[in-house]
């Protein structure tokens, strides 16, 4: 058990890691506040209950693999234009992915994956410029992949898979997502042949489309990825 007194943390914070544990315990819900943005890592523990919203001032915020539940609505609440990773995967984590993403400029990585959330992927995506990886599997998606990511030309991996998303996989991941090295659409409810823009994606190491119910020939420049 953490003591009360641990969580009387300096407002010049810069590093908080309690990663692989076995802390079993609600995160208080404080009125802190920091003069600086700390790195903070809770990861590969039991912590349960919502995220507190002092969590949310940080630049790298890791708490994958515990059992936070509730929403992500406290990623709304105030501006975090410092937070460049964000890892929330492996948790109990329930409702919509929130559209407040214009927020958070400097984010280069986003991990939701393996959480009850649900609804579709947010259109407010599109504003983040240094996004290199976005999971976003195993989270309940429906809908059709949203125009509006193919504004993020730094994508190096991208994991929609495992969920509900249906419609056909959009010429524009070829055409503007030429950076991916990883994509991942496995298992999703989609249509169509493999496009032949995806011949586009020069760098792509890893190409995951099973369980989709893609039909047609596999097209001849597949020998070349």
């Not at 990886?133 to 125009?147: F, V």
């Not at 070829?174 to 760098?203: P, W, Y």
Request: proline content about 6%; hydrophobic content about 35%.
């Amino acid at each position: 058990v953490i003591p009360d007194w641990f969580w009387n943390l300096p407002s010049r914070l810069l590093f908080l890691n309690l990663s692989f544990n076995q802390i079993s315990e609600r995160v208080p819900n404080l009125p802190l506040k920091f003069d600086t943005y700390p790195s903070t890592d809770l990861s590969s523990n039991l912590f349960y209950g919502p995220i507190p919203q002092f969590l949310s001032k940080s630049t790298v915020l890791d708490l994958s693999n515990n059992m936070f539940n509730r929403s992500l609505s406290f990623l709304c609440t105030e501006k975090n234009s410092y937070l460049s990773y964000l890892d929330l995967s492996s948790n109990l984590l329930s409702g919509q992915i929130p559209d407040c993403w214009t927020t958070y400029q400097q984010l280069s990585t986003i991990n939701l994956e393996n959480n009850n959330l649900l609804g579709s992927v947010p259109n407010s995506l599109r504003s983040i410029e240094q996004l290199g990886s976005l999971r976003l599997r195993n989270t309940s998606l429906y809908g059709e992949i949203p125009e509006s990511l193919k504004n993020c030309s730094r994508l190096k991996l991208l994991d929609l898979g495992e969920n509900k998303i249906i419609g056909i996989i959009p010429p524009w991941i070829g055409a503007r997502l030429e950076s991916l090295i990883v994509l991942c659409l496995r298992s999703n409810k989609f249509h169509g042949d493999i496009l032949s823009t995806l011949r586009h994606l020069q760098f792509l190491q890893v190409l995951d489309l099973s369980l989709s119910n893609i039909s047609g020939s596999i097209p001849s420049y597949a020998s070349t990825i």
